[in-house]
């Protein structure tokens, strides 16, 4: 077993308080002659936390939820963008005065202005019914919201849907509540006095708005890491569980998604506690910074590239899939770039193989109907071997999968999954007639799937232009670096180097992500000071903010006087 750091931290200096005895303490003395304003993100324990805020003294408590739009109003509100879908929806617009009652809002209001000691203010948009007083925030990372989604102990903004399927669940906060909670959020950075943290209820903490921006500045100049989750799946492999040092008792790990800061968590280390939040606060305070001028410019307050790993090591093949065009995911889905991807071997059993690209020579309606008779369930099984390339797959190869390349992973391998950060949206053609860990079928997408196929590929045109486009683009004593795609049609470029000696690294103005894929460790250093140096281990995915501007890696610890590797992921312009 490799040594892999699963809960990474950004040190930073400031405020820091734990437990519940002493953020309510802190928070009373903050609040005295104030008003106290708790706002929240959805998945926190909406109840739990409302009772603990109610042991501040008040003479009067409003709940901002009690003031929403009744539950039937809500859904007719959203129900365009959750759609009658199993799975995908639509990109909503809404804020979060949208789920106000006017009447109620008002009524509030007038009792807050009149109210002659304190007032506490809880819930979701709390700062939209007062803004006078003093802030807290509890805000909560989107892995443990699902996390707390498939427990049934959540529910959703404004509805009671914890009985419903996680699939349901995740849908409505993907297509509309974070959104909305997003963009509310992001009026608060500046106005916050404290961020709660109750990804554990029983030891929370809390911070100042000081401390928090001092995290921010501290994770925009020096590389980082996210946390990093895992999580099973109906082909999941062992080789992550082995390598990484997981949990045994688990039947299999699938995914770990390892730079995805929408859903990963950032940690700050202060004064020896760790406080969770969500990664993407990082991307929303200092996206200039983090992305570069030209890549804010371009995607505005998004992180583009995202980082995972599937593994099939001793697992089965991953669904046939394919991905919406730039074009079907914004009519469609309301996105703006879909999610091109490729995959890097990272490492392989010698069966390994990829599936890849249409046969030459195939037919299209024949395809069409053998993949609707398959995805009917009677049995019939949808013959991949006929239809698509079956390419070996070995370590270090590098797979290239723009938008509308049908494909998947087949077992034995271990896949650095380089995409662009849209998930969820996945067109599922075929799954090997296998169900999913919830013991019901999969469900596949094959009508929407064959729109956005591309029919032309053929078997010549996926080996020329798919499968380990690699070119030599400059060297120096001691390293090697290549080009390894992506394919032209997509807009993140990829770097392997290959070192015994330091290599330097320059941002240009943009956001790197690294992994290193082979080797024990390195170390990332300053090349001016600005920086402390951080120690990266085998197969661990880091983010160099564009900030930066350069930096070295060079091998370290074992790794002196050894090969390693790393790929590098930045967006092309």
Known sequence: ??????????????????????????????????????????????QKLQEEIKKVPYNLFIDAASLFKPEQEVLQLTERFITDDALFGYMTPLNIQDYFDETKLKSARERIKANE???????????????????VYADMPRWEIQVRMRR?????????????????????????????????KQTL????????????????????????????????????RVVPFFDPAPWGGQWMKEVFGLD???????????????????????????????????????????????VEARFGREFPIRFDFLDTIDGGNLSLQVH?????????????????????????????????GLKTGIEKEAMERDLVRA????????????YVNKIPAKKHDHFLIPAGTIHCSGANALVLEISATPNLFTFKL????????????????????????????????????????????????????????LHKNEFIETRRHSFTQAVTHYTNDCVNVLNLVDGDEVIVESNDGSFEPVIIHYAETFIVPAAVKSYTIRPYGSSVGKECKTIKAFVRF
Not at 252 to 279: H, R, T
Request: with cysteine.
């Open 1 to 46: 077993m490799r040594y892999y750091e699963k809960r990474p931290s950004v040190k930073a200096d400031g405020f820091i308080v734990e437990g519940w005895a002493g953020i309510l303490n802190t928070v009373k003395q903050a609040a005295a002659g104030k008003d106290l304003i708790v706002d929240c993100y959805s998945g926190v324990y909406y």
């Open 117 to 135: 000691g304190t007032a506490i203010v809880f819930g979701y948009g709390a700062t939209y019914v007062a803004d006078h007083g003093l802030i």
């Open 324 to 356: 919406p065009t730039i074009e079907f995911a914004y009519n469609n889905f309301g996105l703006r770039y879909t999610q091109d991807e490729s995959y890097y071997i990272i490492d392989a059993k010698e069966d390994a193989i990829v599936y890849l």
């Open 189 to 224: 950075y500046e106005r916050a006095d404290f961020w709660l943290d109750t990804t554990d209820m029983g030891s929370p903490k809390m911070i100042s708005k000081d401390t928090f921006f001092a995290g921010m500045r501290k994770a925009v100049t020096s590389p980082f």
């Open 375 to 386: 995805a009917n369930g009677n049995g019939f099984l949808f013959d991949a071997d006929k």
């Open 248 to 294: 045994k008792s688990g039947a299999n790990y699938g995914w770990c998604f390892d730079c995805v800061p929408e859903e990963n968590s950032l940690l700050l280390e202060v004064g020896g506690l760790k406080f969770e939040m969500p990664a993407i606060n990082l991307v929303y305070t200092k996206s200039k910074a983090l992305l570069g001028e030209q």
């Open 152 to 184: 049934g102990e959540v529910n959703g903004l404004g509805v009671v849907n914890a009985h419903e399927y996680i699939s349901q669940q995740y849908k409505r906060g993907l297509f509309n509540d974070w959104k909305i909670l997003d963009r509310h």
């Open 430 to 485: 075929w799954d090997w007639n296998r169900l999913g860990l919830d013991g019901k079928p999969r469900p596949v997408n094959v009508e929407r799937g064959k729109q956005v196929l591309n029919w032309n590929s053929d078997t010549t045109s996926t080996h020329a232009e798919l499968v380990n486009q690699f070119e030599v683009v400059s060297e120096g004593h001691g390293w090697v670096e290549e080009k390894t795609g």
